[in-house]
C-alpha cells in the first residue's frame, strides 16, 4: 500500500523527468537550426557585401589576370574564409552547404555558401565559409547547462511538492483518524474537520451523515429488541410464576410436581431460545460496551476450573496449556467469557469418557491465539459448514442446549474482530480456533 | 413487612403476592403508575417491586417521585427490558436491586432478604445443619471443627438450598442462580446433578448429610430446621 502523498510526489517526479529528457533530445536539434539559420543568414550578408565590393572596386584587387586566377583569405583562428576563383562550369550556383576543408594540415567542418556570377563575361566562384566549431561548442553548453538547471529544479520542486501535498492532504490525513478512532459509529467526532477544499468538506459531511444514518438504524433495532422482548418475557413470566407457585404447594402430589417441573423445563427452553437471540440481536446492535481490559490466561483458568468438575464426571481429561498470555483491551469480559465457556462447554459434551478437552493459548506470526480441542467424533465438511448457522447445529444430544451456543459464540467473536475457525477430522477430533486481533496486542 | 408490588400484568403481580404472602409479607398490589403513586402516598412500605415497563408511567419517574417524598421504601427493580442502559439508570436512581423477567419467586424473595438484611443491618448467624455449621461470614463450611473444603460455586449451592430450606428447588432455579442468565444457552441439567454429587461426596466423608434431599423428577431441597 501506497500512501496517497507519496503516490502524488512520485507521480510529479515522474512527470518532471519525462519532461527532462524530452527537452533534452530536443533542444540542442532546435538551437542548432537556429544557430545554423543565423550563420546562413549572416553568410548571405556576407555575400552580398562582398558582391557590392566587387561591383565598386571591380574584381582586379583580389584576382589579376596574371595570377593563378585564385583568391582566398582565412583569419588567423580560421572561423571563417573567403575564396574568389575563376570558373568554367555552365550552371549558375547558389546554395549553402558543409563541407570539409584541409587548411594548413587541419580538417574543420564549414558551412559555405556557394555563389557564381559574371563579370567581364568571365565566371566567377565565390564562397564564403564559417566555422561550425563554435556552434559545436554552444550546443555541449548548452546542454550542459540544462542538466545541471534542470536537476536543480527537479530537486527543489520535489521538496516543496511534498511539502504542499502533505499541507493540503492535511484534512483527508484527520478525516481517516476520525474513522480508525471509532469503535461504534456514535463515537463519530461530529465536528467538522477544518479545511477549505470543498472535496474533503463534501467527504466529511457524507461520512457524518451516514454515521448518524446508522446510529439512528442501530438505535431502531435496539427498540424492536427492547418491544420484542417485552412482548415475549412477560407471557413467560406469568406461566413460570404459576407453575413455580403449584411446585411450592404442600398438597402436590409427587406425580403432579413431576408434571409441573417437566413443563418448567419446556419453559426455560422457550425462555432461553429467547434470551439466546436476544444477547445475539443486542451484540449485533452494539448495545454491549467493549472497555475492560483483561488477562485471557486467567479467564480461561477461571473457566476450566468451573467446567472441569462436569469433565470429570464424563470422565474427560480439560487441561489448559498456556504459552502465551494476552491482555484483551477493548472487550466485554463476560461475553469473551460466554464465548469461551460455550465452546469449552460443547468440547466436552462431544468427547467420549476417557477422552481429551485442551485449551492451549500461543502466539503466531504475531497474533495471539487460543486453541480448543477434543478427541472427540469429529465433523463432516456438511456439518462444519452450517456449524454458526443458527438452529441448524444439534452436535451432541446429551444436552439441553437449544443448539444455538456456537452461533452466539461467533457473533461475539466477530464483535470482538477475533477470528475463529474450526478443523474437524471423523473420529479423531475438533479443534476450534480463536485469533485475535493485532490491534490489541 | 409491607410490599407493594406494581405491575401491569396482573396474572403475574397476583402470583408474586401469593409467593410472598406464604412467605409472610403483607401485599399490595397496583396495576397502573397512578395506582402506585396514590398508594405510596397513603402506605408506608419497606419493598417495592416496580415493573419499568407501566402503560401510563415511567418507572424511573415513580422511583424519583418516592424518593424526593422522602420514602425509605426500598426498590426492587422487575423488568423485561434486559437492557443494560436501563439497569445502570436504575440502579442510579437509588434502586437496590434489578431482576430480569422471567425470575424464578425464590430468586426474588433472596433478592429481598438480601436488601433487607443490608437495610436493617441484619447480623447474619450460622445455620446448624445436622453436624454441619454453616459461617455466613467467612463462607466456610466446618464438621466438628473440621473445615469442609468446598469450592466457591458448591458453596454458593449449599448456600441458596440453605437460604430455600424446605423448599424443592428446579435445577434450572439453582443454575440461574449462580451462573446467571449469560449462559442461559449451555444450561444442562448434569451440570447441577454433577455439583450436588460432588458436594455430597465431600459432606459424607465428614458426616451423613441426610438433610440434603433429592426430590425425584423435580429437584433439591435442604430439609433441615
Not at chain 1, 33 to 52: G, S, W
Not at chain 1, 375 to 386: D, K, L, P, R, V
Not at chain 2, 59 to 79: H, P, Q, V
Request: charge should be negative; aromatic fraction near 8%; glycine fraction near 6%.
Amino acid at each position: 500500500m501506497i500512501r496517497l502523498k507519496t503516490k502524488l510526489a512520485l507521480f510529479n517526479l515522474l512527470s518532471k523527468l519525462v519532461f527532462t529528457a524530452l527537452f533534452l533530445l530536443f533542444l540542442p536539434w532546435i538551437v542548432e537550426r537556429v544557430n545554423l539559420r543565423q550563420v546562413d543568414n549572416d553568410l548571405i550578408q556576407k555575400r552580398e557585401n562582398t558582391i557590392d565590393l566587387i561591383g565598386k572596386i571591380g574584381i582586379e584587387p583580389f584576382i589579376h589576370s596574371d595570377t593563378s586566377g585564385i583568391f582566398g583569405s582565412y583569419n588567423i583562428l580560421k572561423e571563417e574564409f573567403i575564396s574568389l576563383e575563376r570558373t568554367g562550369i555552365a550552371e549558375d550556383l547558389n546554395y549553402i552547404d558543409v563541407t570539409d576543408r584541409i587548411i594548413e594540415e587541419e580538417e574543420i567542418a564549414y558551412r559555405v555558401i556557394n555563389y557564381t556570377f559574371m563579370v567581364d563575361g568571365q565566371k566567377y566562384l565565390l564562397e564564403i565559409g564559417k566555422s561550425l566549431a563554435s556552434i559545436q561548442y554552444a550546443r555541449r553548453n548548452i546542454n550542459r547547462i540544462i542538466l545541471v538547471f534542470l536537476g536543480f529544479i527537479i530537486l527543489i520542486t520535489l521538496v516543496t511538492d511534498l511539502q504542499y501535498t502533505r499541507i493540503i492532504l492535511s484534512p483527508l490525513k484527520k478525516i481517516t483518524g476520525k474513522l480508525k478512532e471509532i469503535s461504534s459509529p456514535s463515537t463519530f467526532d461530529m465536528i467538522p474537520v477544518k479545511t477549505n477544499t470543498s472535496d474533503f468538506v463534501s467527504l466529511d459531511n457524507a461520512l457524518r451523515d451516514l454515521m448518524v444514518q446508522i446510529d439512528e438504524s442501530f438505535r431502531k433495532e435496539k427498540d424492536i429488541t427492547v418491544n420484542i422482548s417485552h412482548e415475549l418475557m412477560t407471557p413467560v413470566s406469568v406461566l413460570r410464576s404459576k407453575l413455580e407457585n403449584m411446585l411450592l404447594r404442600d398438597d402436590i402430589d409427587p406425580d403432579t410436581a413431576n408434571k409441573v417441573e417437566e413443563s418448567l423445563k419446556t419453559l426455560h427452553r422457550l425462555q432461553s431460545l429467547v434470551n439466546s437471540l436476544l444477547l445475539i440481536a443486542r451484540i449485533e446492535s452494539h448495545q454491549y460496551l467493549r472497555e475492560e481490559s483483561f488477562s485471557v490466561q486467567a479467564l480461561l483458568q477461571e473457566i476450566i476450573e468451573e467446567v472441569n468438575p462436569v469433565a470429570e464426571d464424563k470422565e474427560v481429561t480439560l487441561t489448559g496449556e498456556f504459552i502465551n498470555d494476552h491482555q484483551f483491551i477493548q472487550a466485554n469480559r463476560a461475553l469473551v467469557f460466554s464465548m469461551f465457556y460455550n465452546v469449552v462447554n460443547n468440547a466436552i459434551r462431544n468427547t467420549f469418557p476417557e477422552g481429551k478437552v485442551v485449551v492451549k493459548t500461543f502466539s503466531e506470526h504475531g497474533k495471539f491465539r487460543t486453541n480448543i480441542s477434543d478427541t472427540g467424533n469429529g465433523m463432516s465438511e456438511a456439518q462444519m459448514s452450517t456449524l454458526f448457522t443458527r438452529f441448524k447445529t444439534k452436535r451432541g444430544d446429551d444436552g439441553d442446549g437449544t443448539g444455538i451456543g456456537l452461533a452466539i459464540a461467533k457473533v461475539i467473536a466477530d464483535f470482538h474482530k477475533i477470528e475463529i475457525s474450526v478443523a474437524s477430522e471423523p473420529r479423531k477430533g475438533t479443534t476450534f480456533s480463536f485469533i485475535f486481533p493485532e490491534s490489541s496486542l | 413487612m409491607n410490599v407493594l408490588i406494581v405491575e401491569d400484568e396482573t396474572g403475574l403481580a397476583k402470583e408474586i403476592a401469593t409467593f410472598l404472602k406464604t412467605e409472610n409479607f403483607l401485599c399490595d398490589l397496583a396495576f397502573t403508575g397512578i395506582e402506585a403513586s396514590e398508594k405510596i402516598a397513603v402506605n408506608l412500605y419497606d419493598f417495592i417491586l416496580l415493573d419499568l415497563g407501566l402503560p401510563d408511567y415511567n418507572g424511573l419517574d415513580l422511583i424519583r417521585e418516592t424518593k424526593k417524598a422522602g420514602s425509605e421504601a426500598s426498590f426492587i427493580i422487575i423488568t423485561a427490558r434486559g437492557a443494560v442502559e436501563d439497569k445502570v439508570k436504575g440502579l442510579d436512581l437509588g434502586a437496590d436491586d434489578y431482576l430480569a423477567k422471567p425470575f424464578a419467586l425464590v430468586e426474588l424473595l433472596s433478592r429481598i432478604n438480601a436488601v433487607a438484611r443490608r437495610k436493617f443491618n441484619v447480623q447474619v448467624h450460622d445455620i446448624v445443619l445436622g453436624d454441619f455449621i454453616m459461617q455466613n461470614q467467612s463462607r466456610k463450611l466446618f464438621c466438628e471443627g473440621n473445615e469442609v473444603d468446598l469450592t466457591k460455586k458448591e458453596y454458593d449451592l449449599l448456600h441458596y438450598l440453605v437460604l430455600n430450606r424446605n423448599k424443592v428447588l428446579t435445577r434450572h432455579q439453582l443454575y440461574e442462580h449462580i451462573w446467571g442468565n449469560i449462559l442461559d444457552d449451555q444450561y444442562d441439567s448434569n451440570f447441577i446433578d454433577v455439583h450436588i454429587k460432588n458436594l455430597r461426596k465431600k459432606l459424607n466423608f465428614h458426616s451423613p448429610s441426610p438433610w440434603l434431599e433429592t426430590v425425584r423428577g423435580v429437584g433439591y431441597r435442604v430439609s433441615a430446621g
